[in-house]
């Protein structure tokens, strides 16, 4: 069944506590929950710390006394063990004290206590995909932004304008990344044969790890970021770098075969092969297997909203708007019309902030990895990264109140099964929508998140509890391909989303059909 038209609420984000879901990288809500989860954590290592404070004092104390013990009495052994009473203490500390000492199982039990206070918490912190899907949503903003990695790697959202670097973005809250979190980053494009973002992040993994010393919670080290940098830099054809690499890794570990056997493999190739200009060394991104309209999707990302202007064509206004409804008489909609083909209206305030907590807040339970068409069935896809819920009216009153709303604007039939439950999206770290037909979207954000009319080239800035409306199909019933639209990736901020489709089916009276195709 086709969907008619489509409707986007926008709604502002409050922080809401409750337990963690699967695929933590696909909601931002859900990350949320992972600062709880840390929170508990702290709470076990300073116990296992005041513990191992007080064992490691306790030990202290018994090093003091035997020493003072070997720098007082005992610096004359042949009187002082004429003393039964001292004898019979040495003889006592060796056998039992000594032996208490070293094979106390202190440190054990404190240990086990913390590790089973994380076992406890496991099934709410991040999985492996979560760590996959963190890093990926970076490089996704890398490549969409077209931010410079250095900047990212310093906290900064910049891009390179005529040589220097221009911030796009700042945040009120920023952190640098170290040189074990730009090595995981790598690995995880690396694993995916990503060599064009590996190069770059391994690189910015072996200058941070240059001079400085190895921590125990990282997982890279400078040796396996020069190691990956220099396969990475083989697989693009960088022959000469992969040999400077593997050259330097060498200094580190001179013993290592595998690498030792890549440098003869490096100069025989350079032996056999004609050098190669810089300029055809440049890195490549991968072509996309799913966006053929990548570049100009991307482009409209950047622009910050490009939707059209009053004086570039004057048939596009803003006013008050009552649909000749009742209801809207005393109270109309603010409407701003942003293109007219195809017609896209947004509307302003379209619900209050007290209604928009409510649907996140009644979501929140049921957010569960969005899902795409994949022929008959459903399945999770790269190129969309949320969690949804759907709503019904019958279950929370808001809900019925904003589809009442919805007919009062549009004056069509928004109940089942003339149109889809509501549907609320919460969006993931570099959340985004590739281009796509009949969607429509909910929040508020401080950067990124806009929805990008692709072959209408504009897009539409997230604007907060406003509701973006549009036609998806001809009055003839035939597709609006115009309408082909996609949800940038949010660079920070929490983006809900609420989407409303009506189906054409049941609208017969309320929008009448025409042969004419331009209608």
């Known amino acids: 069944m086709s969907s008619y038209v489509s409707l986007l609420i926008c709604l502002y984000v409050v922080n809401i506590s409750d337990k963690s879901f699967g695929e933590m990288f696909t909601s931002v809500m859900s990350v949320k929950q992972a600062v709880f989860a840390e929170r508990q954590l702290i709470d076990y290592l300073r116990t296992y710390l005041e513990n191992e404070i007080q064992r490691l004092d306790d030990i202290k104390r018994f090093f003091s006394r035997v020493t003072s013990l070997h720098s007082g009495i005992y610096n004359d052994p042949s009187a002082t063990i004429a003393n039964p009473i001292v004898a019979f203490k040495l003889v006592k500390r060796l056998k039992s004290e000594w032996m208490n000492v070293v094979h106390s199982n202190e440190a054990e039990e404190n240990i086990d206590a913390l590790r089973e206070g994380y076992r406890r918490m496991e099934g709410s912190l991040p ?86 010393e190895w921590s125990p919670e990282n997982e890279g080290t400078l040796e396996d970021a020069l190691d990956h940098l220099a ?13 400077s690499i593997s050259q330097e890794l060498l200094l580190h570990d001179p013993v290592n075969i595998r690498v030792h056997f890549n440098v003869e493999k490096y100069e025989k190739l350079l032996d056999e092969s004609p050098p190669v200009t810089n300029q055809s060394l440049v890195l ?81 339970p049921g957010l569960r990895r969005s899902v795409v068409a994949s022929g008959v069935n459903q399945s999770t896809a790269e190129y969309r990264i949320s969690k949804s819920a759907w709503l019904k009216e019958s279950a929370h009153g808001v809900v019925g109140k904003v589809d009442r709303r919805i007919t009062m604007v549009t004056g069509l039939n928004v109940q089942p099964p003339y149109a889809e439950y509501l549907q609320v999206v919460n969006y993931g770290i570099g959340g985004h929508y590739e281009p796509h037909f009949d969607h429509a979207t909910l929040s508020s954000v401080e950067a990124g998140g806009y929805t990008a009319f692709i072959y209408a080239n504009f897009s539409v800035p997230v604007v907060e509890n406003g509701a973006l409306f549009w036609w998806n199909l001809h009055r003839n019933g035939q597709g609006n391909v ?38």
């Not at 220097?164 to 790598?186: E, M, Q, R, W």
């Not at 396969?231 to 040999?243: D, E, P, Q, V």
């Not at 082909?484 to 009448?512: M, S, T």
Request: glycine content about 6%; hydrophobic content about 35%; proline content about 5%.
């Open 482 to 519: 115009d309408t082909l639209h996609a949800g940038c990736p949010v660079i920070v901020g929490d983006k809900w989303v609420a989407n409303k489709w009506v189906h054409e089916y049941g609208q017969e009276f309320q929008h009448r059909c025409s042969l004419n195709p331009e209608e």
């Open 127 to 212: 999985k492996l995909e979560d760590l996959q899907g963190a890093a990926q949503g970076l490089m996704r903003l890398q490549d969409v932004y077209d931010l410079h990695v250095e900047g990212l790697v310093r906290g900064h959202f910049q891009q390179i304008s005529n040589g220097n670097a221009v911030d796009i973005y700042k945040p009120p809250v920023s952190d640098t990344l170290s040189g074990d979190d730009c090595f995981l980053i790598g690995k995880v494009a690396y694993d995916l044969e990503d060599y064009y973002h590996s190069v770059q992040w391994f690189e910015e993994a072996v200058r941070l790890f240059r001079g400085t």
């Open 284 to 364: 490549k991104r991968p072509d996309s297997t799913n966006l053929r309209t990548r570049n100009v999707y991307e482009k409209l990302c950047q622009t910050k909203g490009s939707q059209p202007k009053h004086f570039e064509n004057p048939s596009l206004f803003c006013d008050f708007f009552t649909n000749g409804n009742p209801g809207l008489f005393l109270q109309p909609i603010k409407r701003e019309l942003i293109s007219l083909h195809p017609y896209v209206v947004l509307f302003h305030s379209f619900v209050t902030r007290a209604e928009a907590k409510s649907i996140r807040e009644y979501a929140l």
């Open 231 to 243: 396969f990475s830099h083989f697989k693009t054809g960088n022959i000469s770098y992969a040999l």
